[in-house]
């Protein structure tokens, strides 16, 4: 609970940062993909600690130093897997949720903060180790997005980002905009 607010402050002490420009939440788990009749409590709830309740906490506490910054920036790492418009051919009762829930709060986010653009990047299925093991369990060697291509063009989208090009809404590592 505390390690967001305890990064902000070694931040602040140690290192004089006064404001952040950008903050990306990239952290998420993906483990398990059953079917909703399958799902288990306990999977949903472990998939949404660190997917919905990890992106609140840090939120809340980099908001402050964000609310320093001229054109302030928060990015949550989104995808395709958590689209309520467009269904992925693939089980994901666990994982998809907690990124749906994640993308409706950053949307949110950017209607409750006048200066911040709010917005979700999903990076593609990419060439980790999470987008690896799910490649595998679906019958795939490999994920089929580099992390180096994923990586270089969402710098790009939020290099140029404002609040009114981008906030609010999903888009593609590629710049594509995409359904909720």
């Keep these: 609970e505390s390690d967001a607010l305890e990064a902000v402050k070694t931040l602040r002490a140690t290192h004089g940062i006064a404001h952040l420009d950008v903050v990306v939440a990239n952290a998420g788990v993906s483990y398990v993909f059953p079917k909703v009749s399958e799902l288990e409590s306990r999977d949903l709830r472990a998939h949404l600690e660190p997917n919905v309740f990890g992106v609140v906490r840090l939120y809340r506490a980099v908001l402050p130093l964000l609310g320093r910054a001229v054109e302030p920036k928060w990015v949550t790492m989104g995808t395709t897997a958590g689209s309520i418009e467009n269904q992925l051919p693939m089980t994901n009762a666990a994982y998809g949720p907690s990124k749906a829930a994640v993308h409706w ?49 969402m710098v790009e989208l939020i290099e140029g980002a404002t609040k009114e090009s981008r906030g609010g809404r999903l888009w593609g590592y590629e710049g594509d905009l995409m359904a909720w």
Excluded: H
């Excluded at 990047?121 to 987008?131: H, V």
């Design 105 to 153: 709060l950053t949307k949110r986010m950017n209607a409750e903060e006048d200066k911040l653009a709010a917005f979700v990047i999903s990076p593609g299925w990419c060439q980790t180790d999470m987008g690896n093991s799910g490649a595998k369990i679906f019958g795939y060697e490999e994920a089929p997005v580099s992390v180096e291509d994923s990586c270089s063009r």
